[in-house]
């Protein structure tokens, strides 16, 4: 069998059980695991399944934004150590600007004992941090996205365009080394662009569970923060690819 027909068929099987160990295929082809492995390399390289620890699961396609309802119940341990890491490279006096989303939610709760200014367009981040006489808030506002609970739209980038911070923490839905990181909607790509453009330093924090996952709408590639925050959960392939492609990554433990 060719090489091109048994990639086919790997993801023919991927496509109708999302997931495969690397022995399973090997059983189903007739060929050795590290033939397999080679296979299911050549089609991570491609864009088309993200391997992980033992096997892969093809690229899953996030068509709308998550609730942040939703977004509260996935990966709590996870966005925990993440926020811990961010947070401890955050300085008194410093200003900051913090993405919507459950993850920066979980940055401003471990900021409360610093003396910093925080630019925000969460709503809930904003209520919870105005509770601290330490913290200097501002909210950037806009038309209220029903699914975030934050701000959206064309007077939120024109607040930030008089701003500048030196820390910005930006999350996703979605990353990925070829396709980059991604959003299901234009607004929101245009907005994390408008981050992004009024910090001195930015931050990537997103779990490792949304790797390997995209959307419509890309915002940027990888390569262009100065880091990029996630867990250890991570499969290691992942994790050698993306050192090998120089991405500034840092792993925490979950």
Same mark, same amino acid.
């Given at each position: 069998?060719?090489? &091109?027909?048994?990639?086919?068929? =790997? /993801? ?9 160990? !690397? $022995? ?6 007739? !060929?050795?695991?590290?033939? %397999? ?24 396609? =996030? ?7 939703? @977004?509260?119940?996935?990966? +709590?341990?996870?966005?925990?150590? %993440? *926020? @811990?890491? *961010? *947070? #401890?490279?955050? @300085?008194?006096?410093?200003? &900051? ?13 471990? /900021? ?22 330490? =913290? ?14 934050? @701000? ?17 923490? &930006? ?12 959003? +299901? ?13 009024? *910090?001195?330093?930015? =931050?990537? !924090? ?16 990888? $390569?262009?923060?100065?880091?990029? !925050? ?15 492609? $120089? ?5 925490? #433990?979950?």
């Amino acid at each position: 069998m060719l090489a &091109i027909e048994r990639r086919e068929r =790997i /993801l023919s099987f991927l496509r109708q059980h999302e997931y495969a160990n !690397v $022995e399973t295929l090997a059983g189903i082809l007739d !060929v050795s695991s590290m033939t %397999i492995r080679r296979d299911l390399s050549k089609l991570e390289e491609q864009g088309m399944i993200r391997r992980t620890h033992g096997g892969a699961t093809i690229g899953q396609f =996030i068509n709308t934004q998550p609730h942040s309802e939703e @977004s509260k119940s996935r990966c +709590p341990e996870e966005k925990h150590a %993440i *926020a @811990s890491y *961010a *947070a #401890s490279l955050v @300085s008194d006096g410093q200003s &900051i600007l913090l993405d919507a989303g459950t993850t920066c939610m979980e940055i401003a709760r471990q /900021l409360v004992d610093r003396r910093i200014r925080v630019v925000t367009t969460d709503l809930a981040q904003a209520l919870f941090l105005c509770r601290y006489r330490n =913290i200097e808030v501002h909210i950037a506002g806009g038309q209220v996205d029903e699914r975030t609970q934050s @701000s959206l739209g064309g007077n939120v980038q024109h607040f930030l365009d008089d701003l500048n911070v030196e820390l910005a923490f &930006i999350g996703c839905t979605s990353w990925d080394l070829q396709r980059g990181v991604t959003t +299901p909607t234009e607004d929101r790509a245009e907005l994390k662009r408008k981050m992004f453009e009024r *910090a001195g330093t930015r =931050i990537l !924090v997103a779990d490792s569970e949304k790797y390997g996952r995209y959307s419509f709408h890309r915002i940027m590639g990888l $390569e262009k923060f100065d880091l990029v !925050v996630t867990d250890s959960h991570l499969p290691d392939y992942s994790h050698e690819t993306l050192i090998k492609a $120089e991405i500034n990554l840092h792993l925490v #433990s979950a």
